[in-house]
Nanobody, 124 residues
């Protein structure tokens, strides 16, 4: 069973930065995908970025050039560095994992393990 614990959310003004972290446990071997997703009030959950076990990344267009997904292979920790934040980035951010060895995407339905979420609020 994979367990994911996020941290690092908070409140920031537009143009600011935050770094989210996700610590997985229970499955860190073999080929897998890890990703960041977000859900704003009244909206569907959407993909933000994904990274596979060899470091290949995938981003949704709205965050390209501003967000960077990375992972520390020694610690197993997943990160999302968010720069130039905008009010429309306000959402609950979730870490997710897919351990079935599929090609990594930012499609919500691919992922079968989820963290509890961490809130990011960007004020104008």
């Amino acid at each position: 069973q994979v367990r994911l614990v996020e941290s690092g959310g908070g409140s920031v003004q537009a143009g600011g930065s935050l770094r989210l972290s996700c610590q997985p446990s229970g499955y860190t071997y073999g080929r897998y995908c890890m990703g960041w997703f977000r859900q704003a009030p009244g909206k569907e959950r959407e993909g933000v970025a994904a990274i596979d076990s060899d470091g290949t990344t995938n981003y949704v267009d709205s965050v390209k050039g501003r967000f960077t997904i990375s992972k520390d292979n020694a610690k197993g920790t997943l990160y999302l560095q968010m720069n130039s934040l905008k009010p429309e980035d306000t959402a609950m951010y979730y870490c997710a994992a897919d351990v079935r060895g599929l090609r990594c995407t930012v499609v919500v339905e691919q992922y079968n393990y989820w963290g509890q979420g961490t809130q990011v609020t960007v004020s104008s």
